[in-house]
């Protein structure tokens, strides 16, 4: 008997030319992250007016600056002149204005032009007009999240609302008050590998029991193969003898405050689509921002949040950091591993998902979908 679709057991996964081939690339680029929301940045690194950083985004260089009016923008690294790119750092602090190190137009932190050498000699030069252009940018869960398109989609529906059908109650992730800890630690990873294999490795657990004993050993179910992805609201238990989320099982920090019973000893996880990991323990939270840099290249920067008192108080924060950190190295490298052979024939039409990898397909039906939207 011929096996539908629904009762097939292995799934396809995506043909090898989509983690090689520079055009997909390119197309990924303009039609999902030049499209979508993008989580860039922690809001808390603009408190102080004029810190900026820059990031590439959807195949342009943008700069993410705090105002003096405390809100946080998003230009177009693009001098409104001739074009040069106005920073160069990736990150640092102006007093009061960008000035362009080509012919030095200057421009405040709300994106304005200020000034021009000989300005008085340009009448028609229209001040108003001539400003860095800007994207959208908003902030949710402490994050700055951009839009590069003109009429960006409703944030609720197409980010808020993955992680209302994740946890099943949009409160349950307002408990941990991801916008009120603080940066105990950022990590920046070069994984070379493409950036669907880091999204596809961070949705399934199939590879936990092997590659993650650290892991495994604190949240002994992950050994069945399941992330706690798959079923809406649910947290993987910490094992009987496991004091706190720490590389070796020992005590973390005291739980934050509001959390539910069902959360204290247990973690939940998700990806939010195309390029956030958001991971929650009863003391912390690890957030990945996954940037794609080129076809076979991605950076994740990883933020380990604590409490404010834990990242002030008289804490090591190490054992706690540990855990993840050998997560994502073992995970990386697994990327790694995966990425050389996306281009060899013996793949070219792609692998299987076994049965605790399936919900990964749904998210390579998005992509392809989204590659045949039109332009
Ligand atoms: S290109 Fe920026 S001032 Fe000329
Ligand atoms: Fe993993």
Redesign the pocket.
Known sequence: MAKTEETRSLLATLPGRYYVDPDVFEAEQTRIFARDWFCVARASDFATAGSFQTFDVGGENLIIVGGADRQIRAFFNV?R????RICNEAEGRVSRTFQ?P????SYGLDGSLVGAPNMAMMPDLEVAERGLLSVHAREWLGYVWVCLAHDAPEFESSVMQQVTERFGDPKTIDRYGLDKLEVGRRIEYEVRGNWKLVVENFMECYHCANLHPELVAVLPEFRRGFPTQHKVGYGAAFGQDIKGFTYDGREGFKPLDGLAVEQDRHYYGMTVVPQLVINLVPDHAIVHRIFPVAVDQTVVRCDWLFAPEVVHGDYDLGPSIELFHRVNTQDFAAVERVQPSMGSRAYRDGGVYVPAEHHIAAFNQWVRDRLDEPE
Not at 81 to 84: I, T
Not at 102 to 105: A, D, E, G, K, L
């Open positions: 001098c002149h001739r074009g040069s362009c080509y012919h030095v137009w």
